[in-house]
């Protein structure tokens, strides 16, 4: 008797001789993800052990959970857990929000000139080096720099160390990367807006709309499809602060608002060299960030209908 199994197999070797040279260009992508994305996850087996590089992973001994355990009662935990998720929330509210109200701007412009203009400007940043950005912004808040020259000089305010103080980073960090990323994130959003029906705003046209009501009713449920899948993508990395971009403008002085898992990971394991310890918290991130990812793709299919699988 035949079986379900049997049947897949053969239309899957059918499919393989047919297509055999579209399967033959797929090989090198697979290869590249088994090797460099899937094996490596077998050294995840260290955050469970107590790892030395001299004795290798294989014969590290297993303490089980104890990393976890110390990283949950350590003093650190909260602190970095609160600024983790409000660096993330944060850029979730206006990083997220900012590309899709751009957007909505550039797609009502009618002068062509100026919107490749404003265009230009815009995409620009996104390809300035994350560390010339990071120079920049620290050239330009310092003590004598471009900014506090400003406000001096126009509303005689006194010179301050944005940087050095904790209650500007947060602000500091999300600006920023707004200024950095909201060109290049509106670009997926008016590719969606053009495969809008033209016939549906002649139609509102018609019934009396004015511009107002056919971005709420045309333009915006159009382009809502996409909103909700980078929103769910968006959600995914909720644990994934801008590591990098945290490192190269933090301090001892700003830890209190810019310390998060991703520097301390980098602290624990590359500074200290505690890599079992780092791999935990890592993990850790990794695990929430999955839960988040599965949580918002399972709401989404249930409110609208859109979804990630």
Do not use: C
């Amino acid at each position: 008797m035949t079986t379900r199994r049997d049947t897949y197999r053969a239309r899957l070797v059918r499919d393989i001789r047919l297509h055999r040279y579209v399967y033959m260009m797929l090989v090198p992508v697979v290869l590249y993800y088994a090797i460099f994305h899937y094996a490596p996850m077998l050294g995840l087996q260290i955050a469970f052990k107590n790892y030395s590089p001299m004795t290798g992973i294989a014969k590290s001994e297993w303490i089980g959970l104890a990393h976890f355990y110390d990283f949950f009662s350590s003093f650190y935990f909260w602190r970095l857990l609160k600024n983790t998720l409000l660096l993330s929330s944060y850029d979730l509210v206006f990083g997220f929000t900012a590309p899709i109200i751009l957007a909505l701007l550039l797609n009502e412009l009618r002068s062509i000139a100026f919107k490749r203009i404003v265009q230009t400007i815009t995409y620009l940043p996104y390809f300035v080096s994350l560390v010339v950005v990071a120079g920049l912004i620290v050239d330009f808040l310092a003590r004598d720099g471009l900014i506090n020259n400003v406000l001096g000089n126009l509303f005689g305010m006194e010179s301050r160390a944005y940087l050095l103080e904790a209650s500007s980073f947060r602000t500091i960090f999300i600006s920023s990367g707004i200024w950095q990323t909201v060109g290049w994130g509106s670009i997926i959003y008016l590719a969606a807006m053009s495969a809008i029906d033209p016939s549906l705003y002649e139609a509102a046209k018609v019934d009396g709309a004015n511009r107002w009501k056919q971005v709420w009713h045309i333009t915006l449920p159009g382009i809502m499809p996409t909103i909700i899948i980078l929103l769910i993508l968006q959600i995914g990395n909720l644990m994934a602060t801008n590591t990098e971009k945290i490192l190269l403008l933090y301090n001892t002085s700003t830890y209190e608002t810019a310390d998060v898992i991703g520097t301390y990971v980098y602290r624990k394991g590359l500074l200290q060299a505690s890599f079992s310890y780092s791999a935990a918290i890592g993990m850790f991130n990794s695990v929430i960030n999955f839960a988040l990812l599965i949580a918002a793709n399972s709401a989404s299919k249930r409110l609208s209908g859109t979804k990630l699988w």
